[in-house]
């Protein structure tokens, strides 16, 4: 095997494309093979965008890449929460009824661990915690079987068998069985365990990981239906979505074509949600990955990169005709631990960084049109330039000036940023970031513009910075010959969502968005987000909620902000 998989054609265009993948047709009546019950052979979908995946004659290679969820700085000592990749791009396993898959391991030498998780409902990624989703996981360490059940709320159930010895090769089975699961080895039945309802929604996807600097091949996966059930396996290409004329985008492009209507976007949810990944396309003509490609996502191990999710965002953006920010290179945060181990040494840390950046802007040299090269370089509030990142440790303020050289070495043509928050107003942070940039132009570093986070709070007793106020600072940036951006817009009502707030916001968002609008220099105006359904705010400041600071609602309905944004773009 090589690139394309038997059958299958690696890319298509178009989504719902339906392909019930049959084994062994000829010896089986049709109403078998309607059902799947003569089986399906998953390995036939796609794995080569499988971050971690090696397509190999024997199978698919799972090589360790160790990547993980930091928590953030104040919780140093806390572990990483595992985050194994999911094979988003590859098959689902449509199940109805009892049903059972097949897996052969062909172990490595080695005593790592080789995994293989089935998700019922896939977790969701921020990049200092995880909400888990909805799975089991079958896995071999050293000469144990573990099956790991996670329902999504409580902490996984954990169960460990012997295998009594190590064999070269194994094979894993898991029958759902009316509300019980069973487990197999080698077709032998080791347990029984209660199915808390993992696989309810009726679809399942697959991911698999190894220890790190281990690897296994995954030779065989198949699924079966069996007596009442149904199993059938699809696959979904990139969606591709018509354009509509009163979409954001399309007014933008018609009417202020210097401007970008920009959002953050996250990979789960646009393979796994057809509506998020719809209502982006039809919307937006450019994104940001929110997160994926973030340090700690694309380079998990000094000599591993995970580039998959990045490059499934990247894909579904040119499919779409839509622009890419790049999101971030050097930040002091989401830094996976064998970068932020005290014991580099400066030299090396320099290293890490010119390395990193070659190979991240490398990658998406021509189709990442600009990058946010440093992020929040300054304190939260005041002058300060951050002094706790490795970087700013290893190499004082010059690594501003590095960064953004070895970016513009790996991609001339790409256009550069500084981005950071609390810099709408003018005051020490915003001074110090004009100074900043000031300085650089002067030395000739290759800087070409400034983004400004605008995460704002809105509530009846605080108003967030008027846009007449914003409009004046932002003007000696872009006499500096900047181009200027804002980044990452969200406008948190916190707990008042009533009308007249929403009102309220929605006004916000069009006095900005008509600032934007009308200065050539501003390149883009983008949300850090566009669905409270996936909203960073959850996190920050609603943890029974999804926040409410972004333009949809979480059932995708659009808010007064999203009328007022098209009424802006009209004129
Ligand atoms: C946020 C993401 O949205 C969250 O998912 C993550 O948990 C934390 O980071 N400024 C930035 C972004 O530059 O990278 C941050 O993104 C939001 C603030």
């Known amino acids: 095997m090589d690139g394309a998989v038997a059958g299958l054609p690696m890319s298509r265009a178009g989504r719902g494309w339906l392909l019930p993948v049959c084994l062994g047709l000829a010896l089986l009546t049709s109403a078998d093979a309607a059902a799947g019950r003569q089986g399906v052979n998953l390995l036939e979908g796609d794995w080569a965008h499988f971050a971690g995946a090696v397509l190999t004659d024997a199978g698919v290679r799972v090589e360790g890449l160790g990547r993980a969820i930091v928590p953030t700085e104040d919780a140093d000592d806390q572990t990483p929460v595992a985050n194994p990749p999911i094979n988003l791009r590859g098959p689902v396993l449509r199940v109805t009824g009892d049903f059972a898959l097949s897996a052969r391991l062909a172990l490595p030498s080695d005593p790592g661990g080789a995994y293989l998780t089935l998700y019922g409902e896939l977790p969701y990624n921020q990049d200092e915690w995880r909400q888990p989703g909805r799975a089991v996981t079958l896995g071999v360490e050293d000469d144990r079987l573990i099956v790991e059940l996670q329902d999504g709320i409580a902490d996984p159930q954990r169960h460990v068998y012997s295998l009594g010895g190590r064999e070269a090769a194994v094979t894993l089975g898991l029958a759902r069985l009316g509300d019980e699961f069973e487990v197999r080895i080698d077709d032998k039945t080791v347990a029984t365990l209660a199915d808390p309802g993992l696989f309810d929604a009726g679809r399942l996807r697959f991911g698999a990981s190894a220890t790190v600097g281990s690897s296994f091949v995954l030779q065989a996966l198949t699924a079966r239906a069996l007596e009442n059930g149904r199993v059938e396996a699809i696959e979904e290409g990139l969606p591709v979505v018509e354009g509509e004329p009163q979409s954001l985008r399309r007014l933008a492009k018609k009417h202020h074509p210097h401007l970008d209507i ?4 996250s990979p789960i949810p646009l393979f796994a949600d057809d509506a998020y990944a719809r209502l982006l396309a039809r919307e937006f003509s450019m994104v940001t990955p929110e997160n994926v490609m973030k340090f700690q996502f694309i380079h998990p191990q000094p000599d591993r990169y995970a580039f998959a999710e990045a490059d499934a965002i990247v894909e579904f953006a040119e499919v779409n005709r839509m622009a890419v920010h790049g999101h971030t290179l050097a930040w002091k945060e989401a830094l996976p631990r064998w970068v932020t181990q005290p014991s580099h040494s400066d030299e090396r840390l320099r290293q890490i960084l010119a390395e990193h950046i070659a190979a991240v802007v490398g990658r998406y040299k021509g189709r990442v049109r600009s990058w946010d090269v440093v992020n929040e370089p300054f304190e939260p509030f005041g002058a300060a330039l951050r002094s706790g990142s490795p970087w700013y440790r290893a190499m004082g303020e010059g690594y501003i000036a590095f960064a953004l050289r070895q970016a513009h070495r790996a991609d001339p043509e790409a256009r550069l940023y500084i981005n ?3 810099l ?6 915003s001074d110090a970031m004009y100074a900043l940039a000031k300085s650089l132009l002067a030395r000739g570093v290759p800087l070409h513009g400034i983004g400004f986070q605008m995460h704002e709070d809105m509530t009846e007793d605080y108003q967030p910075v008027a846009a007449s106020v914003f409009r004046d600072n932002v003007q000696r940036f872009i006499d500096l ?8 817009m969200d406008v948190n009502l916190h707990e008042d969502d009533s ?13 900005m968005l008509e600032l934007a609008r009308d200065e050539p220099a501003f ?7 566009f669905t409270d359904r996936y909203s960073s705010l959850q996190e920050w400041w609603d943890a029974d909620g999804f926040g409410n600071g972004l333009i949809f609602d979480a059932d995708y309905r659009p808010k007064p902000a999203y009328f007022s944004l098209r009424k802006a773009l009209r004129e």
Do not use: C, N
Request: glycine residues 10%; charged residues 30%.
């Open 262 to 265: 920009g959002t953050a976007v």
């Open 420 to 422: 950071d928050y609390a």
């Open 424 to 429: 709408e107003h003018p005051g020490p942070k």
């Open 481 to 488: 010959g900047l181009e200027v951006r804002i980044s990452e």
């Open 499 to 511: 009308e007249e707030r929403l009102q309220d916001q929605a006004e916000y968002f069009r006095a």
């Open 523 to 529: 390149t883009a105006f983008s949300m850090w987000g």
